[in-house]
């Protein structure tokens, strides 16, 4: 069961003392109080665990400071969207709004390698008018003697260097919880010049015990990729554990499943799953087709098989891109061969903007012929 305060509810004033004495007193339930920060309003929520059915939700309508309570009625129980659930399915971070309305693109290095690979690709960025990017210093890969990532040493100048192209949002996979620590210390030392969003990679999707530290972190917000070889509901019971430890600020990514049938593919692209999410979930939908399409083909026009994946998970509304670029691709140190060159950047940027407003023209239609059936 989901209780939703009046907005800006003073947590001192003795009409939320009476609702928290009460809540706290009820037999078998377990209170999770979770408050979301928005740029005009403070909303405080409560969840209730356990044996719910006993609880009586109109009571609990009766206290005044309550807007609003309804009960979970299937699986996820915080990401997921139930019945008569007002909650808003967008964040904020860093000043930059993550939203299943918004889009964003994170073109990036799957691993940072140089200085002046991390530098050619953020000045990239920022001169096409990004602000976001994505940077691997933590690799794990398949093969124990490939490059790892240069880990913690990396950090300084990739962070210095956002700080430089006012980057607001890097996209890092981790892949264990004392990373989380290593970039906190070095976004410190460096003055916090950008924001982190934490990427848990599909191999790490059911590793319970690092979604569970990702989760209790509340500074960054969490990127948290489908397994490659599970159901969806299984992935997104994965993101709720993030949930469930009590940072809601979650992004769901399809980056393709691991079957041969997707051949030559390097993955089978599942972004029909967009929609899917967002129906399901509040989690903006993030895609990833670098890592789905895994190569560098193309059709007769030159566009990459890697383009017309991006734009059919954008036409079906997708609000994110996680893509690899690099400066020379022959020279990368991981995923080499899926990454996109420099000047295909602001191509590959237009060719989005084509797909976004066809989406939009898209949901305009499918509103207005709601509305003549209604
Ligand atoms: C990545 O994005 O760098 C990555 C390793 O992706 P995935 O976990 O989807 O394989
Ligand atoms: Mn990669």
Not at 205 to 224: C, D, M, S, W, Y
């Amino acid at each position: 069961m989901i209780i939703i305060l009046k907005p800006d509810t003073d947590k001192t004033s003795p009409e939320f003392l009476q609702l928290r004495d009460y809540l706290d007193n009820l037999p078998n339930i377990k209170v999770r109080m979770h408050e979301v920060e928005g740029a005009q309003q403070r909303l405080t929520e409560f969840y209730l665990v356990g044996d719910t059915m006993s609880v009586n939700a109109d009571d609990i309508k009766n206290f005044v400071v309550v807007e609003r309570v309804f009960r979970v009625s299937r699986e996820y129980k915080v990401l997921g969207r139930h019945n008569d659930d007002i909650r808003e399915s967008y964040f904020d971070y860093n000043g930059v709004r993550f939203g299943q309305d918004e889009l964003h693109v994170f073109a990036g290095l799957c691993a940072v390698d140089n200085p002046d690979h991390v530098e050619i690709m953020m000045r990239a960025v920022s001169e096409l008018g990004l602000e976001c990017t994505r940077m691997g210093a933590y690799k794990p890969r398949t093969n124990p003697y490939s490059f790892q990532g240069h880990g913690k040493a990396c950090l300084p100048y990739v962070f210095e260097l956002a700080g430089k192209y006012g980057i607001k949002v890097i996209a890092m996979e981790i892949t264990h919880d004392v990373h989380i620590d290593e970039i906190n210390q070095a976004l410190e030392d460096s003055g916090n010049p950008t924001g982190v969003m934490l990427q848990i990679g599909t191999r790490n999707t059911q590793n319970f015990e690092l979604l569970k530290a990702v989760g209790r972190q509340k500074n960054h917000p969490v990127l948290i990729k489908r397994g490659f070889g599970i159901t969806l509901e299984e992935s997104l019971n994965a993101a709720e554990y993030l949930a469930s430890e009590g940072n809601h600020n979650v992004i769901f990514c399809l980056r393709g499943m691991k079957t041969n049938m997707g051949d030559p593919h390097r993955n089978l692209v599942d972004f029909a799953h967009v929609p899917v999410v967002k129906r399901l979930t509040h989690m903006p939908v993030c895609i990833d087709p670098s890592h789905s399409v895994g190569l560098r083909e193309s059709d007769a026009q030159g566009i990459l098989d890697i383009m017309h994946a991006t734009t059919q998970g954008v036409i079906a509304g997708a609000n994110m891109v996680l893509v690899d670029f690099h400066p020379n691709p022959s020279k990368a140190l991981v995923d080499g061969p899926q990454a996109m060159l420099m000047d295909e950047l602001e191509w590959f940027l237009q060719d989005i903007d084509i797909a976004r407003k066809a989406y939009l023209e898209r949901k305009a239609l499918a509103e207005k012929m709601t509305s003549l059936r209604r």
